[in-house]
């Protein structure tokens, strides 16, 4: 809030020698006619452009005609005036009787102006230092009864206080070297003699369960000390809180003792559920073999008593077994459901559009010493393919692996078009088929630098025989390949 410097000034009669000629407020950059009659630069320059008149004298004038006052210069800055923490903001005024002399919001008492919000009356708690308008901002700036933010407010921060400074520092009053008045001094809200400002505002009013307020600086000290915001920590788990939520936290603290109702015993707010669920002996608990049929119940203490009972003992075993048995035939009979279920949607999908292989390599041993072996050729909408494995790899990184590809005959490629195909190339496992090796993959034919596409290291050779893979000299390879989609060159392949 902003104190008017009229305000501010002790002999309110001054004011009359030192208003403007126009708007009668005090002059902020005196400036004078020839005549010598006084007028704020603002007014008067306004003046000027509709009439090149003095208001007063009616003498002829221009803005280059107008010259400073330094008498009234000085004079203004020699004003005894009252520190703005003498005041504080009462009720507002609808209006101010042109003879009242109470102290307000206009420029003097007797000006007769109209003022609906602002009604400045004297702080019986606040400075009653006196100093001449020149030296105002020096005492203000270092003034015990200013406010200042409380730092444990919840909606202070430091570049509040920052500003508050700032403001404090760059609104005060003073007359600079051109001869310019600020006139007005800011003034914070009202204060009782506590030191902390009251207000009216219903808005405020609703901020007060949220921040303290503005606090006079020689009572800070004393504030914190009290503060309803101040810092405190719980007795139980050390966390910090605001004092005014302390007692809330702790009657909901997780870390707060408290006695279960069945052992009496004291445990931590967080930790009785898990007590009660886990180790309270007190607590009435059903056997661990519930589930298979025995239905004792007990207290928690007791448990070791029952399982140790040689009775209970063989009739949980039995439970036991009966429900295993009932698991694994449940298991078995899911798996074959499943298992039944993926190969019908298999064939279904391959019935559609697929393509089943089974390649069978016979004479293992002889196949080896080629190094080389490829399948018959089959055509998928077009294309020529074949399978193709290198018994020691393709590559000096794949020696001692068996590689295996599905070619194109690029030769016999249908031009413009190419194929999007989902396939897998199995090593059958002749001795458990759960144990054989599948590759997966998703291939663009042609493929752009290459014939084919497949695994360098599908299986190591040493693992063909050893593990089951080679039955009476015979391998068996088999493929399902899935066309996902049909492709011109203009196309985009679909997402791998």
């Given at each position: 809030m902003e104190v008017p410097i009229e305000t501010l000034i002790i002999d309110q009669e001054l004011i009359k020698e030192?208003?403007?000629?126009i708007c009668l407020q005090l002059l902020n950059t005196p400036r004078q006619c020839q005549n010598g009659h006084l007028f704020d630069l603002s007014c008067i320059t306004t003046s000027l452009k509709k009439n090149k008149q003095c208001p007063i004298c009616r003498c002829s004038l221009s803005s280059k005609e107008l010259s400073r006052s330094l008498f009234v210069e000085k004079h203004i800055r020699n004003l005894k005036v009252y520190c703005k923490y003498h005041y504080k903001k009462g009720e507002?005024?609808?209006?101010?009787?042109?003879?009242?002399?109470s102290i307000s919001s206009s420029s003097s008492s007797s000006l007769g102006s109209f003022h609906?919000?602002?009604?400045?009356?004297?702080?019986?708690g606040g400075c009653d230092h006196i100093s001449t308008f020149e030296n105002l901002e020096t005492h203000q700036n270092s003034c015990e009864f200013g406010f200042d933010q409380c730092k444990y407010s919840s909606n202070n921060s430091s570049s509040n206080n920052k500003n508050n400074n700032n403001n404090n520092n760059n609104n005060s009053n003073s007359i600079n070297d051109n001869g310019n008045a600020n006139a007005n001094a800011n003034g914070n809200s009202s204060g009782s003699n506590s030191?902390?400002?009251?207000?009216?505002?219903?808005?405020e009013n609703e901020k007060e369960n949220d921040e303290c307020g503005m606090i006079r600086k020689k009572d800070l000290e004393n504030h914190y000390v009290n503060c309803p915001f101040r810092p405190t920590l719980c007795k139980y788990c050390e966390k910090q809180f605001c004092f005014k939520l302390i007692d809330d936290h702790i009657e909901n603290c997780d870390m707060k003792p408290q006695t279960c109702d069945l052992c009496l015993v004291s445990i931590i707010k967080k930790d009785m559920e898990s007590h009660l669920s886990d180790s309270c002996p007190s607590k009435l608990i059903d056997c661990p073999y519930s589930h298979f049929g025995c239905s004792s119940k007990f207290t928690r203490d007791n448990l070791n008593n029952h399982l140790e009972n040689q009775t209970a003992m063989s009739q949980h075993l039995k439970f036991l077994l009966l429900q295993q048995t009932k698991k694994e035939e449940d298991f078995v009979k899911e798996l074959e459901e499943k298992e039944d279920k993926i190969r019908r949607l298999e064939e279904a999908l391959l019935a559609s559009n697929g393509h089943r292989i089974e390649w069978k390599i016979k004479n293992v041993s002889k196949q080896r010493s080629d190094k080389y072996t490829q399948s018959e050729s089959f055509i998928i909408n077009g294309f020529t393919f074949f399978l193709a494995l290198f018994w020691d790899g393709d590559t000096s990184e794949s020696t001692g692996f068996v590689s295996t590809y599905l070619f194109l005959e690029t030769s016999k490629a249908p031009k413009g078009k190419a194929l999007f195909l989902h396939y897998f190339i199995e090593f059958q496992n002749q001795r458990d088929r759960n144990q054989s090796i599948q590759k997966e993959f998703d291939v663009l034919f042609p493929i752009k630098g290459g014939q084919g596409w497949g695994d360098r290291k599908a299986i190591k050779y040493t693992s063909l025989e050893k593990d089951g893979f080679i039955k009476d000299d015979t391998l068996i390879i088999r493929s399902d390949i899935l066309v996902k989609k049909n492709l011109w060159s203009i196309d985009v392949a679909p997402q791998r």
């Open positions: 030192l208003q403007c000629g507002p005024l609808v209006m101010v009787p042109t003879t009242e002399k609906d919000d602002e009604n400045w009356i004297i702080d019986d030191g902390i400002i009251n207000n009216n505002n219903n808005n």
